[in-house]
């Protein structure tokens, strides 16, 4: 079984510029979630999706953050326009049932 | 407001001994708590889970504890291996399958 699959691994920007990740989830898994996990804290949750719809955004800076997952499969997150605090790793996540979640291996962002 | 704790950094244990991390929640309402293992580069990978029902489960060279009345649970590895190094996260379930994640504790199994 293939899984979580994450584009890109890591990408360097300046600020004020803008990003885009891209998350595969394992096949059939109807939930996906986007994590933002700063260097020495735990992920935090900034959206999760039940299919297409949104079950859960209260952590996402909707300023400047942005996620869709078309279609109820891909999903991608963006930031516009980047600041150097964005600098993590953004981890996407997918789980079939309320349970374990199964994760890629993150995109590293470093905003200069 | 910090409500999975992890209040050690890191560990170091010899192999072949116990290794026991650690976690307190402060959410009486968390019903389900899962600890992940993560190395360098990878994503956070799952370990072992337990219900607000249980008070231990049980998984090969894993134990997870939870006492529900001090709002702690435990992780137990034995015996430990250095293939074990890596950070754990404990996460606690709250509403609508919302995941709370402490901050980690790194474990060095020493040779």
């Known amino acids: 079984e293939a899984g979580v699959a994450q584009s890109p691994r890591y990408k360097i920007i300046e600020k004020r510029q803008s990003v885009a990740f891209w998350c595969n989830p394992i096949?059939?898994?109807?939930?996906l979630y986007w994590y933002q996990q700063i260097l020495g804290q735990g992920p935090k949750l900034l959206i999760q999706?039940?299919?297409?719809?949104?079950?859960?955004d209260s952590q996402l800076p909707k300023d400047r953050f942005s996620a869709e997952r078309l279609k109820g499969v891909d999903s991608t997150l963006k930031i516009q326009p980047a600041k150097l605090e964005d600098s993590a790793v953004y981890l996407c996540?997918?789980?079939?049932?309320?349970?374990?979640?199964?994760f890629g291996p993150g995109t590293r962002l470093t905003v200069t | 407001d910090q409500q999975v704790k992890q209040n050690s950094p890191s560990l170091s244990v010899q192999e072949g001994r116990i290794s026991i991390l650690n976690c307190d929640y402060t959410?009486?309402?968390?019903?389900?708590f899962l600890w992940y293992k993560k190395y360098p580069a990878e994503g956070p990978t799952f370990l072992i889970s337990?219900?607000?029902?249980?008070d231990k489960n049980e998984d090969g060279r894993f134990t997870v504890f939870l006492n529900k009345s001090a709002k702690h649970l435990s992780l137990h590895i034995v015996p430990s291996q250095p293939g074990d190094s890596a950070v754990y996260f404990c996460?606690?379930?709250?509403?609508?399958?919302?995941?709370?994640f402490g901050t980690g504790t790194r474990l060095k199994v020493l040779a």
């Open positions: 996540a997918s789980s079939l049932s309320s349970n374990e979640q199964y």
């Open positions: 096949s059939g898994h109807a939930t």
């Open positions: 999706f039940q299919n297409n719809g949104v079950v859960d």
């Open positions: 959410n009486s309402m968390f019903d389900y």
């Open positions: 337990i219900s607000s029902i249980k």
């Open positions: 996460a606690a379930r709250g509403g609508t399958y919302k995941y709370i």
